[in-house]
């Protein structure tokens, strides 16, 4: 099967993070035989990013992505042209439409037409692929990733109504997770929108041996950029912990604009010597955080997955993580402990409870149950039946 996969993000040289989730999902499925290519709408920071490694004299409208060490059997096209401001759809809408279409014929002119588009987001890939679908006839499968419904922030003119015509011309319509398929439902005029999750690389994030205690090791794994992840509750539940469990230390895996906050309320707290600020990493350093924690703590207030409370679920390594959207799909009491969100003496307790209870966490069950939901296997044959279904 040809799947053309449209991202509205997709992961960058200088940002190999940003939208990871989906390349995943396509090297998964060129990894299952299926000839896959990767349409992605215009984003700012990543003209940018070609302006400053190619001038502008190597800008166009779709450049073809050479960087990636897959090119050559996975092709990534890069649209520029057609990005405005997103808090402005009605103009929007249209450019993405105009410069989808033409980078989707230059797409086709070498590789030649899918079978079926694959879209990440209806803003704006979804949207895009619903347009496609139109004007040239292909299906349209839609995932759908975004917190922005289970935050309210479908609010801008015209969103809602490009949100219900582009659930409505994408059939089937999956979510990450049951909370954000309840969220979107008022978009889809009756219609079902079924749960798929992310995909989790159960080879590369395997067991190891537990680490040796003393000390403790919480780790909390995310971006510094987005204050729905909780730093604040998760610095101020640690303290807590702190004084009933000496021991007890906190690592940090992440960076971005609100380091400087996070910096400030462990001096604060008194939590200097420990709180450990590791940094952002790649894949590798993720889960050598992991394998080196007792537990791997999520503070969110929205989640609509929570990939890496499954990455360490994979690992064999228990959870803390607030009732958030996406944890209670798959955390499960052997795994680990669901505590409400915002609350700092709960989440104190949860934390509390892991080292009191270490020993009752069912590594084995955590890892299986990750590995029949959310592995490559897994998902590989809920995706190649919705691309049937489409097809069809």
């Given at each position: 099967?040809?799947?053309?996969?449209?991202?509205?993000?997709?992961?960058?040289?200088?940002?190999?993070?940003?939208?990871?989730?989906?390349?995943?999902?396509?090297?998964?499925?060129?990894?299952?035989?299926?000839?896959?290519?990767?349409?992605?709408?215009?984003?700012?920071?990543?003209?940018?990013?070609?302006?400053?490694?190619?001038?502008?004299?190597?800008?166009?409208?779709?450049?073809?992505?050479?960087?990636?060490?897959?090119?050559?059997?996975?092709?990534?096209?890069?649209?520029?042209?057609?990005?405005?401001?997103?808090?402005?759809?009605?103009?929007?809408?249209?450019?993405?439409?105009?410069?989808?279409?033409?980078?989707?014929?230059?797409?086709?002119?070498?590789?030649?037409?899918?079978?079926?588009?694959?879209?990440?987001?209806?803003?704006?890939?979804?949207?895009?692929?619903?347009?496609?679908?139109?004007?040239?006839?292909?299906?349209?499968?839609?995932?759908?990733?975004?917190?922005?419904?289970?935050?309210?922030?479908?609010?801008?003119?015209?969103?809602?109504?490009?949100?219900?015509?582009?659930?409505?011309?994408?059939?089937?319509?999956?979510?990450?997770?049951?909370?954000?398929?309840?969220?979107?439902?008022?978009?889809?005029?009756?219609?079902?929108c079924t749960t798929l999750?992310?995909?989790?690389?159960?080879?590369?994030?395997?067991?190891?041996?537990?680490?040796?205690?003393?000390?403790?090791?919480?780790?909390?794994?995310?971006?510094?950029?987005?204050?729905?992840?909780?730093?604040?509750?998760?610095?101020?539940?640690?303290?807590?912990?702190?004084?009933?469990?000496?021991?007890?230390?906190?690592?940090?895996?992440?960076?971005?604009?609100?380091?400087?906050?996070?910096?400030?309320?462990?001096?604060?707290?008194?939590?200097?010597?420990?709180?450990?600020?590791?940094?952002?990493?790649?894949?590798?350093?993720?889960?050598?955080?992991?394998?080196?924690?007792?537990?791997?703590?999520?503070?969110?207030?929205?989640?609509?997955?929570?990939?890496?409370?499954?990455?360490?679920?994979?690992?064999?390594?228990?959870?803390?993580?607030?009732?958030?959207?996406?944890?209670?799909?798959?955390?499960?009491?052997?795994?680990?402990?669901?505590?409400?969100?915002?609350?700092?003496?709960?989440?104190?307790?949860?934390?509390?409870?892991?080292?009191?209870?270490?020993?009752?966490?069912d590594r084995t069950a955590?890892?299986?149950?990750?590995?029949?939901?959310?592995?490559?296997?897994?998902?590989?044959?809920?995706?190649?039946?919705?691309?049937?279904?489409?097809?069809?």
């Amino acid at each position: 099967m040809h799947v053309l996969v449209v991202a509205s993000y997709y992961p960058t040289a200088e940002n190999p993070v940003t939208g990871i989730f989906i390349e995943t999902q396509a090297l998964m499925l060129h990894r299952a035989g299926h000839r896959v290519g990767v349409l992605v709408t215009p984003r700012l920071a990543a003209t940018r990013e070609t302006i400053r490694r190619d001038g502008l004299a190597g800008l166009k409208a779709v450049t073809r992505e050479t960087y990636f060490p897959y090119d050559a059997d996975m092709p990534v096209y890069r649209m520029h042209w057609g990005w405005f401001p997103r808090p402005l759809p009605p103009i929007v809408a249209p450019l993405t439409a105009s410069a989808g279409a033409a980078a989707y014929r230059q797409y086709v002119k070498s590789h030649g037409a899918p079978d079926v588009l694959f879209a990440h987001n209806v803003f704006y890939a979804g949207f895009l692929a619903a347009r496609l679908k139109r004007q040239f006839g292909v299906p349209a499968v839609l995932l759908e990733h975004s917190s922005s419904y289970r935050e309210g922030r479908v609010i801008f003119p015209g969103q809602g109504r490009i949100a219900r015509a582009t659930f409505a011309a994408c059939d089937p319509v999956m979510g990450v997770s049951t909370a954000l398929a309840r969220s979107i439902a008022p978009y889809l005029n009756g219609k079902t929108c079924t749960t798929l999750g992310n995909l989790v690389d159960t080879d590369f994030f395997a067991p190891t041996d537990p680490p040796p205690r003393p000390p403790v090791v919480f780790s909390w794994i995310a971006m510094f950029t987005q204050r729905v992840k909780r730093p604040d509750v998760l610095l101020k539940a640690f303290a807590r912990v702190a004084e009933a469990a000496p021991d007890a230390r906190l690592h940090l895996r992440g960076d971005g604009f609100m380091r400087g906050e996070i910096e400030s309320q462990i001096a604060a707290l008194g939590l200097g010597d420990r709180v450990t600020l590791l940094g952002a990493s790649d894949l590798a350093g993720v889960r050598d955080t992991i394998r080196a924690s007792h537990a791997v703590i999520s503070s969110s207030d929205i989640e609509t997955f929570g990939l890496t409370l499954a990455e360490a679920m994979a690992c064999g390594v228990p959870v803390v993580a607030t009732r958030s959207g996406g944890p209670e799909d798959f955390v499960t009491p052997d795994a680990g402990i669901l505590t409400p969100p915002g609350d700092p003496e709960a989440l104190a307790e949860s934390m509390l409870r892991i080292i009191r209870d270490y020993g009752r966490f069912d590594r084995t069950a955590a890892r299986n149950l990750i590995v029949e939901r959310f592995s490559e296997r897994a998902l590989i044959v809920r995706l190649e039946a919705a691309f049937q279904a489409a097809i069809q």
